[in-house]
C-alpha cells in the first residue's frame, strides 16, 4: 500500500489541507491535550489509594480528589475542543475539494465529458470528498490520537511497574489481529448491504419509472419477484454484518478481559509477594480496559485508508484532467459577423473525420441554414463556431481573425446560440431568461418576450414570469422550452446566432409561434439555422448543404430548386409532407 | 394511543419469527446480566484475592471473570443475531406489503407522487425501521438491565456511592435524549442540502453547452458556492450539537467519578468501603457511559421510528385491495370491438380532458385520431387501456365495461405503445420479450423486422444481447418508439393502440414504418394518435378532435 504514488497522493492532499494552520494548531493541542488527561485519571487513582487511603490520611485526601476531578475535567474540555475542531477542519476542507471540482468541471471542455457518465462525475463530488473526509482527516486525526493516547499509556504504566506492563501488554498483539482479521470484512460486508439496498432502490425506481409499461404488460407479478429477490439478498447481507459484528465485538471484549485477568493474577502474585503495592495493581486494571477503543481506531483506519486512496485518486483524476478550456486571447467587445471557415478538418476522435475541408464564407448580417442527414455535421460546425472545440486542420475566422486568438468568453458574448434541447436553470423563468444578461432588467425581460411573441406564453404559466422551471420541467414541450432559449439569446443582443431547430415533434401552433421568433431574433444578425424542417429555408439568403462532412451545394434556395441536385430532392420529399403538416395546422 | 398501535401493528409483522425475536431479547437480558456482574468479580478479586493475600482467590475469580466474558460473548453474539434476523424478516414483509401497495396504485397515484418519495419510503424508512426494532430495542433493554443490574450491586456496596450514581444516571440519560433530538433534525438538513448540491451538480453537468454558450460559468459558480457553504454551516452546527451535548455527559460523569473517589476514600478511611468497591463503582460508571448514550439515543428515535412505521403503513393503506372488481370476468375469445360511451375524464390537476366522448369502433377498424396538443387524444388511449377511469361513462370492449374485465386478460387483448416506451435497464432481448418471457429468439427478431428495429439492433456490437440504459447504450426517441413497437407486435394483441409512433422518426424511417404498420394492422382493431396526416393512408377513418370532443369525422376514401 505504501507505494510511491499512493504516498504522493496523500502528501499531496496533506499538502492542501495544511492551509487551514490555525484550526489544526487547536485540533492537534486538543488530540495531545485529552490524550494526556485520559492517563491521569488511574494514575492519580493508584497514588491516592497507595498514600493518602490505605494509610489513613484523611485530609490530604480533598486535594488529590481536586486533582481527579481536574484530570477528569481536562479530559472532556480537550475531548470537546477536539470534537468540534477536527470536524470544523474536515468540513472546510470538505468544502474546499467540492468546489474545486466544480469549478474544475465549468472550466472543462466538451472533450472532458464525453467518456464519464453525469452519475459518476456527481459521485466524486460528494461521496469521493466524503469518503476522504471521514477516513483521511477525521479518520488520520482521531488515529494520531489513538495512537498518542496508546503509547501515552504504555509508557504510564511503565512508570508504574515494568513487568507487570509487560505483562498486560500480552493481550495487545491478540486485539490487533483480531481487529486486523474482521476490520476489513466487516467493512466489505457492510459495504455490501449498501449496495443491496441501492439495488433495491433501483427496482423501485424503475418500477414507478415504468409503471405504465409494467401494467400494460402484466408485469406486476415479474416485478414483485425482482423486488423479493433484491430484498432477501438484503437480509443475507445483513446476517453476514450481525455474524462477523458478533463476533467481533465479544472477542475484542473478551482480550480485553484478558488483561485484566492477567494483571489479576499476576499482580495479584506481586502485591502477595510485596513486590508492588495494591494501588498500581488497581490502575493496572484500570488501564488494561482502555486499549481496546484505540487500537480498534488505528486499525480500523489502516484498513480503510485503501478506499480513501481510490477516492482521492477519483478525485485528482478530475482535478488534474486536462481537458480545459482556455480563456486568454482577445477581448471582442463587438463583432461584424463576418464569419470564415478555412479549410476547417474536424474529428472528435482520432481517424475519424466528421468535417472534411469546409470552406465557407457567411457575410456579415447574412442568413444561412445547413441542411443535410443526421450525422452530417451540421451541429459540429455549430459547436466550432462557439468554440466548443477548435479544428483538427484548417482554421475559423470571424471578422478575419483567427478563433483561436479570441478569448472564448467574450467570443461566446457576441453569439446567440439556441440549441435543440434547452437547458433550464433551477429558479425562476424570469431568472432562466435574465441569466444570459445580468445587467438587463425584469423590464428588458419582458420587453423582448414580448418582441419576440413569446410573452403571452409565458403569461399563461401558472405563476407567468415566476414559475419555477423546475415546475416546467413536466409542462413545457421541447418546443415552448426552445421559445425560452430564444428569449435568452434575444436578451444578449447578440451579433451573431445559431439556431438548432428541434428535431423531435413541436405542435404546429408552437412551431409556428417558435419559427416567428426565430425570424425575429434574426433580424440585422449574422444567422445561422441548422435546419432540420426545410421550410425554414424559405427566409435563408443562402443554403449549405452537407453531406459525409463536406458542402455538397450552396446556393440561394431558388438556384438549388432550380438545379435538381441533393437538396431538391430533399426538399421535395419532405415539402409533400410539411404541406399536409400547414393543412392540420390551420384545421 | 396512536403511536402504540402503530408499534403493534409493527410487531406483528414479526409473524414467525416473533418467537426469535422474544428469544433473543430474552438472551440481551441475560447479557446485560453478564455485563454487570464483572465488576463485583473485580472487586472481589481485589478484596478478597489481592488485598487479603488469598492468591488462590484472586486466580479462583480471574477465571470467573473469564468465565463470564465467554458467557456474554455468546449472549451478545446470539442476541444479535436472533434479533436482526427476526427483524429483517419483519421489516421484509413490511416492505412487499409497501411495494405490492405501490404496484396495485392507479395511475393517478403516479401523476401525483414523486418517484424520489417512494424511493425513499422503502429504502430509507424501512432502513429506519430495521434499525429500530433491531438495534434501538436490543440497546434499549440491555440498557435499562445493565443499569438494573449495576444499581442492584451497588446497593450491596454503599448507599450514598449509588445515590451519586443514579443521580448522575438521570442526568445523562436526560442529556443523550436532548443531544439525540436535537442533532438528527439537522442531520436530515445536511443529508438533505447534499442532495441539492448533488443535484446541482448534476445540472451543470447536463447544462454545461447552456452555460459556456451564455459564458455564465461565474454565476452558476457562484451559486453552487451559496448551496456549498450552506452544507459546511450545516454540518458545522451539527457539530456544535455534538461538542456540546455529546460531550456533555462525560463532564457529569468526570464530576460524579471524582465525588466517588472522594467519598468511597473517606469511607474506606472509616472503614465502610472496601477499595475494591470503591474501583468496583468507578467501573461502574465507566461501563454504562455507552448503554447510556444507546438508551438517550433510542428515546430520542422511538417517535420518529414510528413516524417511519406510520408513513409505510400509509402507503399499504391509501392503495386498493385489489386492481380487479370481485365479479371480473374473461373476454374468451374477444372481437376488438370498443365503445365509448359519454366518456368524461378529468386528470388530479383538475383538468377535464374528456367531455362526453362517444365513439364507436368496429372490429378490425384503424382510426387516426388527430387534434392540438391537450385536446384528449391520448387520453383515449389510455382510459381504453385502463390506465384511468371515466367519472361518467362507460368504455366496452366486445360490449363489456373494461373495468369489468380482469386486468390480466385486458391487456392480453389490448396493447398500448405510448409515446415515449419505458425501455428497462435490460437486454433489447429482454425488453422486446418483456410481456412474452418465452418467446423463441425468431419470434423477437421478426417482431422487430416489423417495427422497423431489426437492422438497428443488429448494428450493436452484442445484438439483440446489448444492455439498455445507465451503463449501456442510450437509445434515441425514434428507436426506443420501435422497441416500444416490436414489443406490442410480439404480444399479438386484438387491438393495438399506438401514441403518435411516428413523432421522433426522420422521414425516411416515417415512410417505411407506416408501409408496414400497413400488413401490421390488418386484421386488427387500432387507434392511432398522431399530429402527422401521412398516417391517414394507414385508417379507415380519421377523427379530429378539440377540447376532449370530436369536432369532425370522416372516412377515408383509401
Known amino acids: 500500500m505504501a507505494d510511491k504514488s499512493s504516498l504522493a497522493l496523500v502528501k499531496r492532499f496533506l499538502r492542501e489541507a495544511i492551509a487551514e494552520r490555525k484550526i489544526l494548531a487547536i485540533v492537534v493541542v486538543s488530540i495531545i491535550g485529552s490524550a494526556l488527561a485520559t492517563l491521569f485519571a488511574p494514575y ?48 472546510k476542507v470538505l468544502k474546499n475539494l467540492r468546489a474545486k471540482l466544480h469549478r474544475k468541471i465549468l472550466d472543462s471542455n466538451l472533450n472532458f465529458f464525453k467518456d464519464k457518465s453525469t452519475g459518476d462525475l456527481v459521485s466524486r463530488i460528494i461521496n469521493d470528498t466524503n469518503v476522504v473526509n471521514d477516513v483521511l482527516l477525521s479518520g488520520l486525526l482521531g488515529g494520531l490520537g489513538s495512537i498518542i493516547s496508546l503509547s501515552g499509556i504504555v509508557v504510564a504504566m511503565l512508570f508504574l511497574d515494568v513487568k507487570l506492563t509487560l505483562v498486560t501488554l500480552s493481550s495487545v498483539p491478540i486485539m490487533v489481529l483480531i481487529a486486523l482479521y474482521f476490520g476489513g470484512r466487516m467493512r466489505r460486508a457492510y459495504r455490501d448491504t449498501r449496495q443491496k439496498i441501492a439495488r433495491i432502490s433501483s427496482v423501485v425506481e424503475e418500477s414507478v419509472a415504468g409503471i405504465e409499461t409494467i401494467k400494460a404488460f402484466n408485469k406486476e407479478k415479474h416485478v414483485e419477484k425482482e423486488f423479493s429477490a433484491a430484498s432477501k439478498d438484503t437480509i443475507k447481507a445483513y446476517l453476514r454484518v450481525a455474524i462477523y459484528m458478533g463476533i467481533f465485538w465479544p472477542l475484542m471484549n473478551i482480550a480485553s478481559l484478558l488483561s485484566v485477568i492477567v494483571v489479576i493474577g499476576y499482580g495479584g502474585y506481586q502485591a502477595y509477594m510485596g513486590a508492588v503495592s495494591i494501588g498500581i495493581v488497581v490502575a493496572f486494571i484500570q488501564y488494561a480496559q482502555r486499549f481496546r477503543g484505540p487500537i480498534n481506531n488505528v486499525v480500523s483506519m489502516y484498513d480503510s485508508l485503501q478506499s480513501a486512496l481510490a477516492a482521492l485518486e477519483r478525485i485528482y483524476d478530475v482535478l488534474d484532467d486536462r481537458g480545459v478550456e482556455e480563456y486568454k486571447g482577445l477581448n471582442v467587445d463587438r463583432l461584424q459577423g463576418r464569419i470564415e471557415f478555412q479549410d476547417v478538418w474536424f474529428e472528435y476522435e482520432k481517424g475519424r473525420a466528421v468535417l472534411r475541408g469546409i470552406n465557407l464564407f457567411i457575410s456579415p448580417g447574412s442568413k444561412i441554414a445547413i441542411v443535410g442527414k443526421t450525422g452530417a455535421g451540421k451541429t459540429t460546425m455549430a459547436n466550432l463556431i462557439m468554440r466548443f472545440y477548435d479544428p483538427t486542420r484548417g482554421k475559423l475566422l470571424y471578422d478575419g481573425i483567427d478563433g483561436r486568438e479570441i478569448n472564448r468568453r467574450s467570443l461566446r458574448r457576441r453569439i446567440g446560440y439556441v440549441p435543440q434541447e434547452t437547458y433550464l436553470f433551477p429558479g425562476t423563468i424570469m431568472e432562466n431568461i435574465r441569466i444570459a444578461n445580468p445587467e438587463a432588467s425584469e423590464r428588458d425581460v419582458v420587453e423582448v418576450c414580448k418582441k419576440l411573441g413569446v410573452h403571452e406564453f409565458i403569461m399563461k404559466l401558472p405563476k407567468g414570469y415566476e414559475t419555477s422551471a423546475g415546475e416546467t420541467g413536466k409542462l413545457l414541450s421541447v418546443g415552448e422550452r426552445q421559445l425560452i432559449s430564444l428569449a435568452r439569446a434575444m436578451l444578449k443582443d447578440p451579433d451573431i446566432v445559431i439556431l438548432d431547430e428541434a428535431l423531435s415533434s413541436v405542435d404546429p401552433k408552437t412551431e409556428r409561434m417558435v419559427q416567428d421568433a426565430m425570424l425575429k431574433l434574426m433580424e440585422g444578425r449574422t444567422s445561422i439555422i441548422i435546419a432540420h424542417r426545410l421550410s425554414i429555408t424559405r427566409f435563408v439568403n443562402k443554403v449549405i448543404v452537407v453531406d459525409n462532412g463536406e458542402i455538397v451545394e450552396e446556393g440561394p434556395i431558388e438556384n438549388l430548386l432550380l438545379k435538381g441536385g441533393y437538396f431538391y430532392r430533399l426538399y421535395t420529399s419532405q415539402m409533400g409532407e410539411s404541406s399536409l403538416i400547414d393543412i392540420s395546422g390551420r384545421g | ?146 443499569i438494573v443490574v449495576s444499581l442492584y450491586y451497588m446497593l450491596s456496596m454503599n448507599l450514598l456511592l449509588t445515590g451519586v450514581a443514579f443521580f448522575t444516571i438521570g442526568i445523562v440519560v436526560t442529556l443523550n435524549t436532548t443531544y439525540a433530538m436535537k442533532v438528527r433534525p439537522i442531520y436530515d438538513r445536511i443529508r438533505q442540502q447534499t442532495g441539492v448540491i448533488a443535484s446541482f451538480a448534476t445540472g451543470t453537468i447536463a447544462g ?214 419505458f425501455i428497462f435497464n435490460r437486454s433489447i432481448r429482454e425488453n422486446i420479450a418483456l410481456a412474452k418471457p418465452d418467446a423463441t429468439m425468431e419470434e423477437i427478431i421478426e417482431a422487430a423486422r416489423r417495427a422497423k428495429i431489426h437492422e438497428f439492433i443488429s ?100
Open chain 1, 44 to 91: 492519580i487513582l493508584s497514588i491516592a489509594i497507595d498514600e493518602y487511603i490505605i494509610p489513613g490520611k484523611y485530609h490530604e485526601l480533598i486535594p488529590i480528589a481536586l486533582l481527579y476531578l481536574l484530570a477528569l475535567l481536562a479530559q472532556w474540555l480537550f475531548a470537546t475542543l477536539q470534537t468540534f475542531y477536527t470536524e470544523v477542519f474536515g468540513q
Open chain 2, 1 to 146: 394511543m396512536a403511536s402504540l398501535k402503530q408499534l403493534v401493528r409493527l410487531l406483528r409483522y414479526l409473524r414467525s419469527h416473533a418467537l426469535h425475536f422474544l428469544l433473543g431479547l430474552g438472551i440481551v437480558v441475560l447479557m446485560a446480566y453478564t455485563s454487570g456482574v464483572i465488576p463485583v468479580l473485580i472487586k472481589n478479586a481485589i478484596d478478597e484475592g489481592i488485598i487479603s493475600g488469598k492468591y488462590h482467590q484472586a486466580i479462583y475469580y480471574a477465571l470467573l471473570i473469564l468465565l463470564v466474558g465467554v458467557l456474554n460473548g455468546i449472549f451478545s453474539f446470539s442476541g444479535r443475531y436472533l434479533l436482526i434476523k427476526s427483524s429483517q424478516y419483519a421489516v421484509y414483509h413490511l416492505r412487499m406489503d409497501a411495494f405490492k401497495a405501490i404496484q396495485r396504485q392507479e395511475m393517478v397515484f403516479f401523476d401525483k407522487t414523486f418517484s424520489g418519495q417512494l424511493i425513499s419510503r422503502i429504502t430509507n424508512d424501512t432502513e429506519r425501521i430495521t434499525r429500530f426494532l433491531s438495534f434501538r430495542i436490543r440497546m434499549f433493554v440491555y440498557s435499562i438491565f445493565l
Open chain 2, 208 to 421: 454545461i453547452k447552456t452555460i459556456k454558450s451564455l459564458s455564465v460559468e461565474k454565476n452558476v459558480h457562484g451559486n453552487f458556492s451559496k448551496e456549498n457553504n450552506e452544507l459546511y454551516t450545516l454540518n458545522v452546527s451539527a457539530t456544535k450539537i455534538t461538542a456540546i451535548y455529546g460531550n456533555a455527559p462525560f463532564l457529569i460523569l468526570g464530576i460524579a467519578m471524582s465525588a466517588m473517589f472522594y467519598y468511597g476514600g473517606i469511607a474506606i478511611i472509616r472503614d465502610v468501603l472496601t477499595v475494591g468497591e470503591l474501583v468496583a463503582f468507578l467501573t461502574y460508571m465507566l461501563t454504562m457511559t455507552w448503554p447510556l448514550r444507546a438508551l438517550g439515543f433510542t428515546i430520542g428515535d422511538i417517535q420518529r421510528s414510528l413516524a417511519a412505521a406510520s408513513r409505510l403503513f400509509e402507503v399499504i393503506d391509501s392503495s386498493p385491495h385489489s386492481v380487479d372488481v370481485p365479479d371480473a370476468i374473461e373476454l374468451k375469445n374477444p372481437k376488438g370491438k370498443v365503445e365509448f360511451r359519454d366518456v368524461w375524464l378529468t386528470y388530479h390537476t383538475g383538468k377535464t380532458v374528456l367531455k362526453g366522448l362517444n365513439l364507436k369502433i368496429d372490429p378490425g377498424e384503424r382510426i387516426l385520431i388527430t387534434g392540438p396538443p391537450g385536446s384528449g387524444k391520448s387520453s383515449i388511449l389510455k382510459i381504453l387501456a385502463r390506465f384511468y377511469a371515466p367519472e361518467k361513462g362507460e368504455v366496452l370492449l366486445d360490449g363489456v365495461d373494461v373495468r369489468k374485465i380482469k386486468s390480466a386478460n385486458l391487456r392480453s387483448i389490448v396493447a398500448y405503445v405510448p409515446q415515449e416506451p
Open chain 2, 459 to 558: 448494428s450493436l456490437p452484442e445484438g439483440y444481447d446489448t444492455v439498455v440504459g445507465e451503463k449501456g447504450v442510450t437509445l434515441s426517441g425514434g428507436e426506443r418508439q420501435r422497441i416500444g413497437l416490436a414489443r406490442a407486435l410480439l404480444l399479438n394483441p386484438r387491438v393495438l393502440l399506438l401514441d403518435d409512433p411516428v413523432s421522433n422518426l426522420d422521414a425516411q424511417t416515417e415512410r417505411k414504418l407506416v408501409e408496414d404498420l400497413q400488413h401490421i394492422l390488418r386484421n386488427k382493431t387500432a387507434i392511432i394518435v398522431s399530429q402527422r396526416l401521412s398516417l391517414a393512408k394507414l385508417a379507415d377513418r380519421v377523427i379530429h378532435m378539440e377540447d376532449g370532443k370530436i369536432v369532425e369525422e370522416k372516412k377515408n376514401s383509401y
